[in-house]
């Protein structure tokens, strides 16, 4: 005998049905009639932005441009991070910009703290500092989980940077590792070598050399750090 031919096609089709509704699709047409042979209409051109840049916005002010950086408009605002603030002196003896906070860096720490910042405070007696005159600030003012500085933001950073340097108009800059130097002295720009940086009508006296937290890992690297210390700090020959 062959297979039962009388299949119940009413039960098999409103079982698909139900189906199909289940998975969300309870409709085999638009609610709208389309004409499938018009022309499709061309997409819209999107408004002209008039406002100005993100650059044109920041404030031109050193107190004021330290209370944006904390501010809702600054890049690190959305990452979900504590900000460190820097403190607004104008022309220090020395400033000091690194990459970004360290772990344990909080608004009422300041900036290097820990171990970092032992060794900090022992480069600074050595060159005749102490932390109430240096202006330490870094790239970043908050610390993301990765450690890192991400890459969609270096360029923003690297102009807030700059902007902050020159508002404070050091008499010396000191710039702990790669970060801080690229963006400061360019993406050519290297360890060690005195350089006077000329930008936004400043003249400051300028060396990159390793960060702390790296001379903590390769105790070895102190004694070319001590040398590129030196350089800063040596009087300009007549």
């Given at each position: 005998?062959?297979?039962?031919?009388?299949?119940?096609?009413?039960?098999?089709?409103?079982?698909?049905?139900?189906?199909w509704?289940?998975?969300?699709?309870?409709?085999?047409?638009?609610?709208?009639?389309?004409?499938?042979?018009?022309?499709?209409?061309?997409?819209?051109?999107?408004?002209?932005?008039?406002?100005?840049?993100?650059?044109?916005?920041?404030p031109?002010?050193?107190?004021a441009?330290?209370?944006?950086?904390?501010?809702?408009?600054?890049?690190?605002?959305?990452?979900?991070?504590?900000?460190?603030?820097?403190?607004?002196?104008?022309?220090?003896?020395?400033?000091?910009?690194?990459?970004?906070?360290?772990a344990?860096?909080?608004?009422?720490?300041g900036w290097?703290?820990?171990?970092?910042?032992?060794?900090?405070?022992?480069?600074?007696?050595?060159?005749g500092?102490?932390?109430?005159?240096?202006?330490?600030?870094?790239?970043?003012?908050?610390?993301?989980?990765?450690?890192?500085?991400?890459?969609?933001?270096?360029?923003?950073?690297?102009?807030?940077?700059?902007?902050?340097?020159?508002?404070?108009?050091?008499?010396?800059?000191?710039?702990?590792?790669?970060?801080?130097?690229?963006?400061?002295?360019?993406?050519?720009?290297?360890?060690?070598?005195?350089?006077?940086?000329?930008?936004?009508?400043?003249?400051?006296?300028?060396?990159?050399?390793?960060?702390?937290?790296?001379?903590?890992?390769?105790?070895?690297?102190?004694?070319?750090?001590?040398?590129?210390?030196?350089?800063?700090?040596?009087?300009?020959?007549?």
């Amino acid at each position: 005998m062959g297979a039962d031919q009388h299949i119940q096609w009413h039960e098999a089709a409103a079982s698909a049905l139900e189906w199909w509704n289940d998975a969300g699709v309870d409709t085999l047409v638009e609610d709208e009639l389309r004409d499938w042979f018009a022309t499709p209409a061309p997409a819209a051109r999107p408004l002209a932005v008039t406002s100005a840049p993100a650059a044109a916005l920041v404030p031109d002010t050193l107190d004021a441009f330290a209370a944006w950086r904390m501010g809702d408009a600054a890049p690190e605002a959305g990452w979900n991070a504590a900000r460190v603030p820097v403190s607004p002196q104008k022309n220090p003896s020395l400033m000091i910009l690194t990459d970004l906070p360290e772990a344990d860096d909080s608004g009422d720490s300041g900036w290097m703290t820990g171990p970092v910042g032992v060794l900090l405070d022992r480069m600074l007696a050595a060159i005749g500092e102490v932390r109430g005159s240096v202006v330490i600030a870094g790239v970043a003012h908050a610390r993301p989980l990765t450690g890192r500085l991400p890459a969609d933001a270096q360029e923003p950073l690297e102009a807030l940077a700059r902007r902050l340097v020159t508002l404070v108009a050091p008499q010396k800059l000191l710039l702990f590792g790669a970060e801080p130097c690229r963006a400061l002295l360019g993406p050519d720009g290297q360890r060690g070598g005195l350089r006077t940086l000329n930008h936004g009508g400043i003249a400051c006296p300028t060396i990159a050399t390793f960060h702390p937290r790296f001379l903590l890992e390769r105790p070895l690297a102190k004694a070319e750090t001590w040398r590129h210390l030196q350089l800063l700090i040596r009087e300009p020959t007549a």
